[in-house]
């Protein structure tokens, strides 16, 4: 029996990562000095990778990633949509399932990857490491079965994220010092690179080589830390096909939409006159808030083109086309197969409301005396100083409570008129307890406390059905009956439309402890999070698995 386990994890660590580095140990974390837009700086890296290795596993696989951390910070690494049923020790965020990974020590991730194929993703789940600290997963189908589309002839990993020329942790600290908002970043990035329109790009532009007349997959992933992203290319249809790793009813469309956190697949045929065409991704913002608008770029070429043919930019979505962004959302919906179904609770066991607000408290050492918090249901979360898992499952007193309210105390007009005045945020490590099995509704409400805003929020331990959306007030009367409850999306991050709600429904059958939070990473810092403590079932496989021995100590 041990034999056949050993044959098992050597079999993984041959075909999972032998493609993709060339180290024997997969994540050393590791500073390394990289140029971008004419500005040298160190960054913290995988094993010296910007982005990190993409780890290839198979529907089924057991997965062991040891990641030794040889960078000044402490560090966590979260498998972004892997649902890590019972092995909440193996999920990553730091003070949520574990301590983080301090310097000069190790950690082995060991999970199963069990009915999921398809995009997800890996980043840090410490402060905003995950700026530099990210890479694609991709997982294969069981062997023999095909994908639910076209075979396409290649595929790629596309993965869209942000550059800072300064060091990222201290404009961060400096800016929280202040009471401030971080500076926005100094460009978007296809593959870790900005891209023809910015300085010293020569080196630094992705490019994609095709066939005339091939299909390719690309494997779409937002790893921004504070931007929606219109995506697309010149004189090319995409076909999506994914999205969070669950495949959809394929519809074609010129550019997509995608959150931070979010990922999807999409099919493009190089059907197009043999030529350069851009590949482009900028920002998608429709509230009155400071971002980046800068247009990462790449190429997608026709093979046999020379480079001097000049590339043609894609028409992408005006910054802030709403409509674009709610009817491409509204095209969303589950394949619903006999093979893959959409098993969406009808039945709701329980429903949740949870209002999303910004404020600002009193900082007397801040700039204006002030600083920004954001709140679900007016509370702020504080983070612990251990994880809330280990507390949960040792019992450990005072850690965290579990009275996290279901509704906001006070109701008031949403989505109204702007409110500035003092509502009065309290803040605290409030926990939501789930009894196990229970399906649960939970409808995200934006506010206009402050600022009205789009945000894309994460579950994780957890994919969930997206059974309706609109703009304004969530109307419990009315809407509801709007629901789609046959074929709704079924994912891992949604977004909440700006001056809008979000209602999504999934059944509580992983026990543990499962961080819930805006992928915003500056909304995250304000507080924008909480917790649903899921309890232990009745069986003996309905229950949190032991921790690791290895498990980092707080």
């Known amino acids: ?210 066939e005339q007349g091939k299909t390719y997959l690309l494997r779409i992933i937002n790893a921004a830390l504070n931007d929606e992203l219109f995506f697309g290319i010149a004189g090319h249809n995409l076909t999506v096909v994914e999205v969070d790793a669950v495949y959809t009813k394929p519809f074609t469309t010129e550019a997509i939409l995608i959150a931070p956190g979010q990922t999807t697949n999409v099919l493009v045929q190089a059907n197009q006159a043999s030529g350069r065409y851009f590949i482009a991704a900028r920002p998608f913002m ?56 959409a098993n969406v609770p009808l039945k709701v066991d329980r429903k949740l409301f949870y209002t999303i607000g910004f404020g600002k408290e009193s900082c007397p050492t801040c700039l204006n005396g002030t600083r920004f918090v954001a709140s679900l249901n007016n509370i702020s979360f504080e983070m612990p100083q251990v994880g809330l898992l280990q507390a949960h499952y040792f019992n450990l007193k005072g850690v965290f409570k579990t009275d996290f309210p279901d509704r906001p105390q006070t109701p008031f007009n949403y989505t109204g008129a702007p409110l500035t005045a003092n509502l009065g945020t309290s803040t605290g490590t409030r926990l939501s307890k789930i009894a196990f099995n229970s399906t649960v509704e939970l409808v995200l409400q934006d506010t206009n406390l402050l600022t009205v805003e789009s945000h894309p929020f994460h579950l994780h331990g957890y994919n969930f059905f997206v059974v309706g959306t609109g703009i304004g007030n969530f109307d419990p009367a009315k809407d509801p009956a709007k629901y789609n409850l046959v074929d709704p999306v079924e994912r891992n991050t949604v977004g909440v439309p700006t001056g809008g709600w979000t209602a999504i429904r999934f059944r509580a059958d992983n026990p543990g402890v499962w961080f819930m939070h805006c992928h915003l990473e500056l909304h995250t810092g304000w507080g924008l999070k909480t917790a649903f403590v899921v309890e232990d079932g009745p069986g003996s496989d309905h229950s949190v698995l032991p921790p690791p021995k290895d498990l980092p100590p707080c």
């Open 1 to 210: 029996m041990k034999k056949e386990e050993e044959k098992r994890k050597k079999k993984f660590v041959l075909r999972a990562w032998i493609p993709v580095i060339t180290s024997s140990v997969f994540s050393q974390v590791q500073v390394k000095n990289v140029s971008r837009l004419c500005h040298a700086k160190p960054i913290v890296t995988i094993n010296g990778r910007f982005p990190g290795p993409t780890i290839y596993v198979r529907e089924g696989d057991r997965v062991l990633i040891n990641v030794t951390n040889h960078a000044q910070y402490n560090m966590s690494i979260h498998w972004h949509g892997l649902k890590q049923y019972r092995n909440g020790w193996a999920d990553g965020p730091a003070y949520v399932t574990q301590c983080p990974i301090q310097t000069g020590s190790s950690y082995t991730y060991d999970f199963n990857v069990t009915g999921q194929r398809g995009t997800l993703w890996w980043h840090a789940h410490i402060l905003w490491l995950r700026a530099t600290v990210y890479g694609a997963i991709v997982i294969l189908p069981k062997q023999g079965t095909p994908f639910p589309f076209p075979q396409p002839y290649r595929e790629a990993e596309i993965i869209l994220g942000e550059w800072w020329n300064g060091n990222v942790e201290e404009f961060v600290n400096k800016a929280n010092n202040l009471g401030l908002p971080p500076n926005s970043s100094d460009a978007h990035t296809i593959n870790g690179k900005p891209g023809p329109l910015f300085p010293c790009y020569e080196k630094h532009t992705f490019v994609m080589e095709v």
């Open 286 to 341: 429709d509230a009155p808030v400071a971002i980046d608008n800068k247009t990462a770029t790449g190429i997608f070429q026709y093979r046999g083109i020379p480079n001097t043919v000049l590339p043609s930019l894609p028409q992408l979505p005006a910054s802030n086309d709403t409509a674009f962004a709610l009817s491409y959302n509204k095209k969303l919906k589950s394949l619903n197969t006999p093979n893959f179904p």
